[in-house]
């Protein structure tokens, strides 16, 4: 555990990142043993059928929010992912093969007017799947370009019917710990995130399917994750199985995790540092180059407004 001596920033091995030092580092201040420890299962026992989504791919392309940058090509993306419930380095895609995507059942519930169950195939079925290439910042400073397939999330909100005093949108992943390894740890799973309403109602605000043209990858989170580009890339909570409604503000995983580093607004912001990092540049993924860091990530012209009036709120972390 030599890595522990250096500072996030410094590390050289790439399967070592500042987020996963963070969960072992607290995890060896426990005397969490078996974090890391969990067995990978045989890939070939998880084959499946086809996916019977596929033939609703590649969708038409909406490019209202143009990415402005290339896209990272799908082998280097889908061979670098943070997916921690399946392993803490960047290389749990196989592991992720563990995951049986179908069936699927997304629970609506909370402040809503009917709560109810849609399987994932109704899901997709009742929206009109579209392309957007968007731009993802990692809060451990490197960042992608990935063009998802999937639907608003506001189309989801208005589909739940949700009562007026829902102020917040909570979200799960599945919990399996015989699937994934790391969910027999102590960390407070399953993952959480959560938005406002005003942010989930944006139309940048994007429920993701599908990823490079097709039903995406298990690592990228199959067969339903968010992706809010303008924030820092852990409120993009990946497979889904609950969306909830309520005015509580969610405690999402990493603020259980670590309140003082990660909280629940993390919009992207050159200006503030994580505790242990500068947030002013980023890798980009594949390249080894460097470029800087631009507040809410380039989106500002369309999110900005969203905060008018929260400046006391931390915003940035
Ligand atoms: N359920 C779940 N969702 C998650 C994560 C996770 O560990 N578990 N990691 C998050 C983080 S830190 C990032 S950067 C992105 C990574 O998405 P990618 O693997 O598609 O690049 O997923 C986010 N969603
Ligand atoms: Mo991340």
């Given at each position: 555990?030599?890595?522990?001596?250096?500072?996030?920033?410094?590390?050289?091995?790439?399967?070592?990142?500042?987020?996963?030092?963070?969960?072992?580092?607290?995890?060896?201040?426990a005397?969490?043993?078996?974090?890391?420890?969990?067995?990978?299962?045989?890939?070939?026992?998880?084959?499946?059928?086809?996916?019977?989504?596929?033939?609703?791919?590649?969708?038409?392309?909406?490019?209202?929010?143009?990415?402005?940058?290339?896209?990272?090509?799908?082998?280097?993306?889908?061979?670098?992912?943070?997916?921690?419930?399946?392993?803490?380095?960047?290389?749990?895609?196989?592991?992720?093969?563990?995951?049986?995507?179908?069936?699927?059942t997304?629970?609506?519930?909370?402040?809503?007017?009917?709560?109810?169950?849609?399987?994932?195939?109704?899901?997709?079925?009742?929206?009109?799947?579209?392309?957007?290439?968007?731009?993802?910042?990692c809060?451990?400073?490197?960042?992608?370009?990935?063009?998802?397939?999937?639907?608003?999330?506001?189309?989801?909100?208005?589909?739940?019917?949700?009562?007026?005093?829902?102020?917040?949108?909570?979200?799960?992943?599945?919990?399996?710990?015989?699937?994934?390894?790391?969910?027999?740890?102590?960390?407070?799973w399953?993952?959480?995130?959560?938005?406002?309403?005003?942010?989930?109602?944006?139309?940048?605000?994007?429920?993701?399917?599908?990823?490079?043209?097709?039903?995406?990858?298990?690592?990228?989170g199959?067969?339903?994750?968010?992706?809010?580009?303008?924030?820092?890339?852990?409120?993009?909570?990946?497979?889904?199985?609950r969306?909830?409604?309520?005015?509580?503000?969610?405690e999402?995983?990493?603020?259980?995790?670590?309140?003082?580093?990660?909280?629940?607004?993390?919009?992207?912001?050159?200006?503030?540092?994580?505790p242990?990092?500068?947030?002013?540049?980023?890798?980009?993924?594949?390249?080894?180059?460097?470029?800087?860091?631009?507040?809410?990530?380039?989106?500002?012209?369309?999110?900005?407004?969203?905060?008018?009036?929260?400046?006391?709120?931390?915003?940035?972390?």
């Amino acid at each position: 555990m030599h890595y522990f001596r250096r500072k996030g920033w410094e590390i050289a091995e790439r399967h070592v990142t500042p987020e996963s030092v963070f969960l072992n580092r607290r995890a060896l201040l426990a005397g969490g043993a078996a974090l890391g420890a969990g067995a990978i299962l045989p890939h070939a026992a998880f084959a499946q059928a086809a996916d019977p989504s596929a033939s609703l791919y590649p969708a038409k392309l909406n490019d209202t929010y143009p990415a402005g940058r290339d896209v990272t090509p799908e082998k280097i993306n889908a061979q670098y992912n943070n997916f921690y419930e399946f392993g803490l380095s960047k290389n749990i895609a196989k592991a992720a093969e563990a995951l049986k995507v179908r069936p699927w059942t997304i629970k609506v519930d909370g402040m809503v007017e009917k709560p109810r169950e849609i399987g994932i195939d109704d899901l997709i079925k009742s929206v009109t799947l579209e392309e957007r290439i968007y731009r993802h910042r990692c809060v451990e400073a490197w960042s992608m370009v990935a063009p998802w397939t999937g639907f608003p999330l506001k189309s989801l909100v208005e589909m739940a019917k949700p009562l007026s005093g829902a102020k917040f949108v909570r979200f799960e992943t599945f919990m399996d710990p015989k699937v994934a390894p790391e969910q027999r740890g102590f960390w407070p799973w399953p993952y959480v995130e959560g938005l406002t309403m005003a942010e989930a109602t944006h139309d940048l605000a994007f429920m993701v399917t599908g990823a490079y043209g097709k039903p995406m990858a298990k690592s990228f989170g199959a067969p339903l994750r968010l992706h809010t580009p303008w924030k820092y890339g852990f409120k993009h909570i990946k497979s889904i199985v609950r969306v909830s409604f309520t005015d509580k503000r969610p405690e999402t995983f990493w603020e259980q995790s670590g309140p003082r580093e990660y909280g629940f607004w993390a919009n992207v912001n050159p200006a503030v540092p994580h505790p242990r990092w500068s947030q002013a540049t980023e890798e980009i993924l594949g390249t080894g180059e460097r470029q800087k860091t631009v507040l809410f990530n380039g989106y500002g012209e369309w999110v900005a407004d969203l905060y008018k009036g929260l400046e006391k709120e931390p915003l940035y972390m």
